[in-house]
C-alpha cells in the first residue's frame, strides 16, 4: 500500500522562502525581488562597443533609481540602444549586448525576453553561466515565493501560473517543478504531472539535491501508478529504493505493482523482508481481529474509495487508538476526500507520536491549511524548515516478551524563517513502548549525533515487557 500520499503534503517543501507580504502584478513581483544595487558582471565580460557600454549604464540608473519614471525612462532607453547595436551595428554575435539587454528585460519584468537573451549571451559566452544563472534566480524566487502563498490560500490556479512563470527564467532548482507537479497531479492532470515530475527528479540529481530527487522520483512513482503505467512506475520505485533502502512503504508499494504486473516471486521476495509483508506491524496477522480490519481498510484506499476507507481505518482507530499505521491511512483517507479539519486532527494525534517525522507534519501543515488555520499552519511549516533532523521508523516487531523499534534518522538543510542556516546538532530520542491502553511498559533512551544534511544514521530501541502494542517517541536535550 502506498500510503504516504505526498501530493497533497509535500507542497510545503517549497516553503524555504520568506513568503510575499503582498500580491503586486506579475511584473511588479518580479522586479520587487530583484537586488537594488546595481552588480556589474562577475565574468570579465567587455561592453566592445560605446552602444552596448551605454546600454550598461542605462541598466545601472534603472536598477539604483529610487523614481519609478525615471528606472521606465532609462530601461526603455536601455533597451532601445542595445536592440539597434545588434540590429543596426553588428553587435548580434557580442554577448555583452545580449547580457545587459536580458538583465533589462528581466528588471521589466519581461520573463520570455529575458530568457531568450540570457541565452543568447551564456551561448556566446559560456563562461558567463554563473553569473547568468544567478540574474535568473533572482527573478525566480520572487515568483514561487508569490506562487507559494497562493497555493496556502488554496488558489492553485493562481499558484500554478507563477510556479510555471518561474520555470521560465530559471530551471537548475526542482520546487516550482515540483509544486507545479503536486498541483496538477491534484487536479488529475496525471499526463502534466509526470513530466514536470521527471524534470524535477532530473533537475535535483544532477544539482545533487538527494531529499528533492528522492521525494520526485517517489511522487512520479504515485502518478504512474494511477495511470496503470506498473512498469514505468515500478522503474521509478527501484530507482527510489537505490537511494533509500530502508524503506518499508515504498517496497510495500512496489510489491504491490509486481503483484499487479505478474512478477510474483519478485513481489515474494519484497514481502519476504522484515516489516514490508504485514501492512501495519502493530497488528495481528491478517485474516484475523484488527489484521483482517486493516487490510480491507487498505484495499479501500487502494480502490481510491476514500470515504469508505475512511469509515474503516476510523473503526481500526477506535479499536486501537496508537496504532500509527492506521492514523497515517485514516489521514490519507481524509486528504482523499479533501477533509481539512479531520485531517488536521488526526495527523495532530501523528505528531505525538513521531515528533520528528517531516512527512507527517507536513500532513498537518495542509490539514491546518484546507481548514483556514493559516497562522497554525505557517508556524507548522516553520518547525518543518527549522528540523535539523527527521527519523523514519521503518520497522515496529511486537513480541509475547518484548518489542523493538528500528528506525533511521537523516539530516536535513534546517533553516531560520529568515533563510538562515541552522547548524546540525546532537539530540537524545526517548522511545516509549505501550500496551493497548496506552500505558508505557518500557522505554530506551537513543542518542542521535549532530548529522549534516543527507547523512543517515540507524537506530534501534528496545523492551521487554508482555503486551506491547505500540510506540512514540520524545526528544529530550541532548546529553553532554
Known amino acids: 500500500m502506498n500510503t504516504r500520499i505526498v501530493l497533497a503534503a509535500g507542497l510545503l517543501g517549497v516553503i524555504a522562502y520568506p513568503a510575499a507580504a503582498q500580491q503586486p502584478a506579475v511584473n511588479d513581483r518580479v522586479v520587487q525581488g530583484l537586488p537594488s544595487k546595481y552588480l556589474p558582471p562577475t565574468c570579465g565580460l567587455k561592453a566592445g562597443h560605446f552602444k552596448v557600454s551605454s546600454g550598461a549604464t542605462y541598466l545601472k540608473t534603472g536598477v539604483e533609481t529610487e523614481v519609478p519614471a525615471n528606472k521606465t525612462r532609462a530601461l526603455a532607453s536601455g533597451q532601445k540602444v542595445l536592440l539597434e547595436a545588434i540590429q543596426q551595428n553588428d553587435q548580434e554575435k557580442n554577448p555583452a549586448a545580449w547580457y545587459y539587454l536580458g ?128 512498469e514505468e512506475a515500478a522503474a521509478a520505485l527501484e530507482r527510489y529504493l537505490g537511494w533509500v533502502p530502508k524503506d518499508v512503504e515504498a517496497k510495500r508499494a512496489l510489491a504491490g505493482i509486481y503483484r499487479a504486473t505478474g512478477k510474483l516471486d519478485k513481489a515474494k521476495a519484497l514481502e519476504a523482508e522484515p516489516g514490508v509483508g504485514a501492512a501495519a506491524a502493530a497488528a495481528p496477522a491478517a485474516g484475523t481481529g484488527q489484521g483482517a480490519a486493516m487490510n480491507a481498510a487498505i484495499a479501500l484506499y487502494n480502490a481510491k474509495k476514500y470515504d469508505s476507507a475512511a469509515t474503516a481505518f476510523e473503526k481500526v482507530v477506535a479499536a486501537e487508538p496508537y496504532n500509527r499505521d492506521a492514523l497515517y491511512g485514516l489521514a490519507n483517507s481524509y486528504i482523499g476526500l479533501k477533509k481539512g479539519p479531520q485531517l488536521a486532527q488526526t495527523a495532530t494525534r501523528l505528531v505525538a507520536i513521531e515528533p520528528l517525522n517531516d512527512d507527517v507534519l507536513r500532513m498537518l501543515a495542509t490539514g491546518q491549511r ?74 530506551q533512551e537513543v542518542q542521535v549525533p549532530a548529522l549534516k544534511a543527507g547523512e543517515t544514521h540507524p537506530i534501534e530501541a528496545k523492551a521487554q515487557a508482555t503486551g506491547i502494542a505500540a510506540w512514540r517517541y520524545k526528544t529530550l536535550p541532548a546529553k553532554s
Open 103 to 230: 538583465r533589462i528585460h528581466l528588471q521589466q519584468g519581461d520573463l520570455i525576453g529575458a530568457d531568450s537573451a540570457l541565452t543568447k549571451a551564456e551561448a556566446l559566452s559560456p563562461g558567463c553561466k554563473k553569473d547568468i544563472s544567478a540574474q535568473r534566480y533572482n527573478g525566480w524566487v520572487p515568483l514561487v515565493n508569490a506562487g507559494v502563498t497562493f497555493a496556502k490560500e488554496q488558489k492553485s490556479d493562481s499558484a500554478l501560473t507563477l510556479f510555471r512563470q518561474a520555470n521560465i527564467i530559471y530551471r537548475d532548482k526542482p520546487q516550482a517543478y515540483s509544486a507545479a507537479a503536486v498541483i496538477l497531479a491534484n487536479n488529475k492532470m496525471d499526463d502534466s504531472a509526470i513530466v514536470y515530475l521527471q524534470k524535477a527528479a532530473d533537475i535535483a540529481t544532477a544539482a545533487n539535491m538527494a531529499e528533492d530527487r528522492n521525494q520526485a522520483t517517489f511522487n512520479l512513482a504515485a502518478v504512474l501508478q494511477r495511470q496503470n503505467r506498473n
Open 370 to 443: 484546507m481548514a483556514k488555520k493559516e497562522t497554525s499552519a505557517n508556524k507548522t511549516a516553520l518547525q518543518v524548515i527549522a528540523m535539523p533532523v527527521s527519523i523514519a521508523v521503518k520497522e515496529f516487531a511486537p513480541a509475547p516478551d518484548g518489542a523493538s523499534v528500528k528506525a533511521t534518522a537523516t539530516g536535513r538543510e534546517a533553516q531560520t524563517s529568515r533563510g538562515k542556516p541552522i547548524a546540525p546538532k546532537p539530540i537524545t530520542v526517548i522511545f516509549e513502548f505501550l500496551d493497548s491502553k496506552g500505558t508505557v511498559v518500557g522505554n
